[in-house]
């Protein structure tokens, strides 16, 4: 099948996922989706039948992105996955229809896998912290047990190099303005959750790639990216972008 756009990391394919991916036949070291929320009246934002147990043979890790409602809705779709966590993304500015709820300025992306955990690439995710330190920080376990741990050892990073856990609440402002496609996520967001999931030199698949944001993240940290569009219209969008990144040669 030939590419919609492609370098020599970045493949981007014109075509429902559902026909596109199973004809590639790729082995991927994570999946991160976007799909459609069904959570509006608009043409594009219809939920693709099947589609979580259609990724889970290309790779045994996904992010995906989601509201509460959508994952509670399409829970039996996920049948094939176990979720292993979940971190929101505040915003600056949110996306609420209702003036009778809390204004909404998150999302939600879930960390599924399957197989063994254990081998599944999950890197320790740090930030710095502002503490001095010269050391080498790492986890530590406790000698005992926190109570709301059980027999689980509690562990904690000593942060001695500088650093702490990453927060499981990012707050990175959202593209309000000046997006290419309407559920457009920032490199903000994505950046933390590829280098968490897969391995530098790793290969990154987006089922619904938009206008290309995970595809130019996977590129920007290292890694290489497999996009799939449905609509041509942000396919070429996603290609200007990449494009805009490509150097020519000296």
Not at 100 to 125: I, Q
Request: proline share 6%; aromatic share 10%; hydrophobic share 40%.
């Amino acid at each position: 099948m030939k590419p919609y756009w492609e370098d020599d990391t970045v493949h981007l394919y014109l075509g429902d996922m559902r026909e596109v991916l199973p004809a590639l036949g790729v082995q991927a070291d994570l999946v991160v989706a976007d799909p459609p929320y069904t959570e509006t009246s608009l043409a594009w934002d219809r939920w693709p039948d099947g589609w979580p147990a259609l990724v889970a043979p290309v790779a045994s890790s996904m992010w995906c992105f989601g509201s509460m409602r959508m994952f509670l809705d399409r829970r039996d779709d996920f049948d094939t996955w176990r979720l292993s966590q979940d971190i929101v993304w505040e915003k600056q500015n949110g996306s609420g229809f209702a003036t009778d709820r809390f204004k909404r300025v998150h999302e939600v992306a879930t960390h599924w896998y399957h197989g063994d955990w254990h081998s599944t690439h999950h890197a320790v995710p740090t930030e710095k912290s502002g503490r001095r330190g010269g050391g080498e920080g790492g986890l530590r376990a406790g000698a005992t047990a926190r109570e709301h741990t059980g027999k689980i050892a509690a562990k904690t990073w000593d942060g001695s190099d500088g650093t702490r856990l990453l927060r499981s609440v990012l707050k990175v402002s959202n593209l309000h303005g000046r997006a290419l496609h309407p559920t457009e996520k920032p490199l903000g967001i994505l950046d933390p959750l590829i280098r968490y999931a897969c391995p530098e030199g790793g290969l990154v698949v987006d089922p619904f790639a938009g206008s290309g944001s995970t595809l130019d993240a996977a590129r920007q940290s290292g890694r290489r990216a497999i996009g799939i569009e449905a609509n041509e219209e942000y396919a070429e969008a996603a290609a200007r972008r990449l494009d805009a990144l490509v150097f020519p040669a000296a």
